[in-house]
C-alpha cells in the first residue's frame, strides 16, 4: 500500500479474511487516518476477490498461497490486469558440515517461531550434512526450549482449518519425532515440533508447511541439498549456513529462489534497497523499497519535438541522393 501510494496511485486494500480482528482493524483505522478518496478498505471471503478483480484495476498484488496465486492471475487475466504475487512455498535451510551449528541452530528456531511459524518465508525445512546432524537437532531442539521459557502449551494457529491441516502433516509422516508432536484441537495449538527424516513423498514435504513443524532431513553432501531443493517448486527464500565461500557462490548460482540469504534467515525482507519477490511457483514480480514504486508505476516513454525543421528529404518521394542521406542520418 505504502508503494502504490508513494507512486501517486489509489488504493483499495482487502485484508485477509483469515484475520479477521486485523482486518476489522484496518477498517476502521486506515479511513480514519488516510484520505478515504485514495484509500479504500474492502472486507469479505474470496468472492469479494474475485468481485474486485471484476472492476478491472490497473494492477493487482497478492499475497497468499500457490493455489488461491492462480485464482488471482485467471481473475486478473479477464482484463489483463497486471499482477504481482508473494505466494510462499517451501523454503529450504541447507546446513554444512563447517557451518557455525549453535549460530545456525539458534537463528533456525528464533526464525521458525516467529509467529507460529506462519510466515511465508519461515524455514519449511532443513537439509544438513550427516556429520553434524544430530548436533545440529540438540542445539535446535535446546534453543526452543530456551526460547520458551520452559512453557509446555503449544504455539497457537490462525483458525480451525489450518490447525486441522497441519495436525494431518503429523500423521504418521514417517521418521522421528525429536522435539514436540502435541497438539490441542481444543486450543488450536501445536507444539514446536522437530522432525528426522520424513518421508520425502509425505504430506509434510509436498506443501508449505506454514506453522511450527520443521523437518529436518540428512543428506551427505551440498551437491545432495541443491539436487533435492531443485528438483521441486522454486522457494520464495533459500537459507544456507556456511564457511565455505565456494559453498556460498554454489548456492546462490544453482538454486534458483526468489531470495537468498547466507549464515542468517529472513533478514533480507528487512533490507529496502533489496527486491523482495517470489519466482516460479512461489510468485512474480517483486516489491519493498524502490522496487515498490517501480512495481506500482507505469514507465511511459514520452518524446517531445519542436515543429521546426522539418527537412524535406524525410519524406517520399526519395532520390537516390536523400535516400543516401538519410541511410547516413538514421541508420
Not at 67 to 79: L, S
Not at 117 to 129: F, M, R, S, W
Not at 320 to 328: F, T
Request: net charge neutral.
Amino acid at each position: 500500500m505504502i508503494g502504490a501510494i508513494c507512486a501517486g496511485d489509489c488504493v483499495v486494500v482487502k485484508p485477509s479474511e483469515h484475520a479477521p480482528a486485523t482486518s476489522a482493524l484496518l477498517a476502521r483505522l486506515l479511513p480514519k487516518y488516510l484520505d478515504p478518496g485514495a484509500v479504500a478498505v474492502i472486507e469479505g471471503e474470496a468472492a469479494t476477490t474475485q468481485l474486485l478483480l471484476d472492476q478491472g484495476f490497473d494492477h493487482a498484488f497478492f499475497t497468499g498461497g500457490p493455489e488461491i496465486g492462480k485464482r488471482v492471475m485467471e481473475g486478473a487475466a479477464k482484463h489483463l490486469t497486471p499482477v504481482t504475487l508473494e505466494l510462499g512455498g517451501k523454503s529450504p535451510v541447507i546446513v554444512t558440515k563447517d557451518a557455525d551449528l549453535e549460530v545456525a541452530a539458534r537463528r533456525i528456531a528464533w526464525t521458525k517461531l516467529l509467529n507460529s511459524g506462519q510466515t511465508c518465508i519461515a524455514p519449511d525445512y532443513v537439509l544438513v550434512e550427516e556429520p553434524v546432524r544430530d548436533e545440529l537437532l540438540d542445539l535446535i531442539a535446546a534453543d526452543v526450549r530456551k526460547f520458551r521459557d520452559g512453557a509446555h502449551s503449544g504455539l497457537p494457529v490462525v483458525n480451525k482449518r489450518q490447525f486441522e491441516r497441519l495436525a494431518g502433516l503429523l500423521d504418521n509422516p514417517g521418521g522421528r519425532v525429536v522435539l514436540g508432536g502435541g497438539v490441542d484441537p481444543a486450543t488450536l495449538t501445536i507444539e514446536p515440533t522437530v522432525l528426522l527424516d520424513p518421508a520425502p513423498d509425505s504430506a509434510v514435504m509436498a506443501d508449505e508447511i506454514f506453522g511450527p513443524i520443521l523437518p529436518v532431513l540428512t543428506v551427505h553432501s551440498l551437491t545432495e541439498a541443491i539436487t533435492f531443493v531443485n528438483a521441486r517448486p522454486k522457494p520464495l527464500a533459500a537459507y544456507l549456513f556456511t564457511s565455505s565461500r565456494e559453498s556460498r557462490e554454489r548456492l546462490i548460482a544453482e538454486v534458483s529462489s526468489g531470495g537468498t540469504v547466507i549464515n542468517h534467515l529472513a533478514m533480507h525482507c528487512l533490507v529496502p534497497q533489496l527486491p523482495f519477490g517470489g519466482v516460479g511457483t512461489s510468485g512474480m514480480g517483486a516489491y519493498h523499497g524502490e522496487w515498490g514504486f517501480q512495481t506500482f508505476s507505469h514507465r511511459k516513454g514520452v518524446m517531445v519535438k519542436p515543429a521546426r525543421p522539418d527537412p524535406r528529404l524525410m519524406y517520399p518521394p526519395y532520390s537516390e541522393r536523400s535516400k543516401k542521406i538519410l541511410r547516413k542520418l538514421l541508420g
